[in-house]
């Protein structure tokens, strides 16, 4: 079966990379951003990656559209290829979910050698055994690094995760800020800084925000605690 590859974008970008794909042997489907809007309705199964191109679009489309894809619980590594991309663009993109990010114009072979390793990677991911902490409705994959709440993704920025991870490796234990900051941020002394606050906060509105069941919690002279009451 070939490799299939979804590309999202229109324009002489989308046609010259659709035809370096298709002369490698790829499987190659195309859809524009205005598509987007009804993604629940199309089957996105069987896809091994998809390729969203920014070719005179606002970079706001370009996260829109990898949180459309993240909130469907799409698990292919997701491309992104942009013209006059600035180092803080790609940090926000990898951020938003993207797995990797190249500026435009594309090199073929570049490409050709970041998508077999995109390829490579999930493909030895998904042939392990998935690695899951469940927390109520609350799902953290260990080794894809995506987490959902009653099916719906949650895109986090790295460090978000990297803490509500922690908070669910130690569910119903209260963390003191000291040893958060040790374990998520790596500082090895007691340092007089907020930064644990400021992400529980953020945390908070994207993990119980609107929901019922509250699942972070505030440990009184303590810290914090993953749990349901």
Same mark, same amino acid.
């Given at each position: 079966m070939k490799t299939?590859?979804?590309?999202?974008?229109t324009g002489e970008l989308v046609s010259s990379t659709q035809g370096i794909l298709c002369a490698e042997g790829y499987q190659v489907e195309q859809m524009e951003w205005t598509d987007l809007n009804r993604l629940s309705e199309l089957t996105l199964t069987n896809l091994n990656m998809i390729i969203l191109i920014n070719e005179g679009c606002h970079e706001?489309? @370009? $996260?829109?559209? #990898?949180?459309?894809?993240?909130?469907i619980g799409v698990t292919s590594p997701l491309l992104v290829i942009t013209p006059k991309i600035s180092p803080e663009l790609i940090v926000?993109?990898?951020?938003?979910?993207?797995?990797?990010v190249m500026e435009a114009p594309i090199h073929g072979k570049v490409m050709m050698a970041r998508i077999r390793n995109l390829l490579?990677?999930?493909?030895?991911?998904?042939?392990?055994?998935?690695?899951?902490?469940?927390?109520?409705? @609350? $799902?953290?994959? #260990?080794r894809s690094r995506r987490v959902s709440r009653a099916g719906e993704y949650l895109?986090?920025?790295?460090?978000?995760?990297?803490l509500l991870e922690f908070l669910a490796r130690h569910v119903n234990e209260a963390c003191p800020r000291s040893v958060i900051l040790r374990e998520v941020w790596g500082y090895d002394f007691a340092m007089d800084t907020n930064v644990v606050d400021v992400y529980i906060k953020h945390l908070r509105v994207k993990v119980d925000k609107g929901r019922s069941i509250k699942l972070?919690?505030?440990?009184?002279?303590?810290g914090y605690m993953l749990h349901t009451q």
């Open positions: 299939s590859i979804l590309l999202v974008g706001d489309t @370009l $996260k829109n559209g #990898l949180e459309s894809f993240l909130h926000e993109l990898l951020d938003y979910g993207a797995n990797d490579r990677v999930f493909s030895y991911t998904s042939q392990e055994d998935e690695e899951v902490i469940v927390v109520h409705d @609350l $799902k953290v994959n #260990l895109v986090l920025t790295p460090k978000e995760y990297e972070i919690h505030t440990v009184r002279g303590v």
